[in-house]
């Protein structure tokens, strides 16, 4: 049974950093699309970054410049580094899989609060 779990949310001033972790269990990690996705309050859930199995990296607009998406095959773990965090990063920020046959599985989610 394939598990993502998400640790390293929690609440920082703006300007400031996180880092969100994504430990998977249960499948081949480093065939996969790995990516983190967020949702805020009242708003669709949205896609932040993606990574490939060949490390081919994609970012929404709103974060390019901002934040590092990254992985570790030996650990099973994908990053999220966080930097200059804006109110508007406020969100659950959700772990997500794909494989290669196109099984998807969620993480739980961990909430990122940026105050003002």
């Known amino acids: 049974q394939v598990q993502l779990v998400e640790s390293g949310g929690g609440l920082v001033q703006a300007g400031g950093s996180l880092r969100l972790s994504c430990a998977a269990s249960?499948?081949?990690?480093?065939?996969?699309?790995m990516g983190w996705y967020r949702q805020a309050p009242g708003k669709q859930r949205e896609l932040v970054a993606r990574i490939t199995s060949e490390l081919i990296t994609n970012y929404a607009d709103s974060v390019k410049g901002r934040f590092t998406i990254s992985r570790d095959n030996v650990k099973n773990t994908m990053y999220l580094q966080m930097n200059s965090l804006k109110p508007e990063d406020t969100a659950v920020y959700y772990c997500?899989?794909?494989?290669?046959?196109?099984?998807?599985?969620w993480g739980q989610g961990t909430q990122v609060t940026v105050s003002s």
């Open positions: 997500y899989s794909i494989s290669p046959l196109r099984y998807e599985h």
């Open positions: 249960g499948t081949i990690f480093s065939i996969n699309t």
